[in-house]
């Protein structure tokens, strides 16, 4: 093994066993511990698109604003997954991801007509 995967294993060591500190302790506290999951990172992703188009509110500026650019950054990042993702997602993460594009896409090609 070389010296540079054996830096990535322990480096992947050490991260599990913190995660694994940190869901333990979250749990002796009674506060939640919040493991990603692929329908909260798509959510997540499409989330910040609506962001984007102006459709919600930027939850940091309590603004409205409007980068057209970065909507479709997201969604094209939304349909990198969903190639990249093909015959791996169970028909949840799938259906998600789908109606996900779907939504996004028609509320760009509506706001880019306005």
């Given at each position: 093994m070389s010296s540079k995967e054996e830096i990535r294993k322990k480096v992947d060591e050490n991260w599990k066993k913190q995660v694994e500190k940190e869901k333990t302790e979250s749990q002796g506290k009674n506060s939640a511990y919040y493991e990603p999951t692929?329908?909260?990172?798509?959510?997540s992703l499409?989330?910040?698109a609506m962001i984007a188009m102006g459709k919600l509110q930027n939850p940091v500026t309590n603004k409205t604003e409007k980068n057209m650019g970065q909507a479709k950054y997201l969604i094209d990042t939304l349909g990198i997954l969903k190639e990249k993702t093909k015959g791996n997602l169970?028909?949840?993460?799938?259906?998600?991801?789908?109606?996900?594009?779907?939504?996004?896409?028609?509320?760009y090609v509506e706001e880019k007509e306005k």
């Open positions: 692929f329908k909260i990172f798509i959510s499409s989330m910040q169970d028909k949840d993460e799938e259906s998600i991801l789908e109606d996900s594009l779907f939504n996004l896409r028609m509320a």
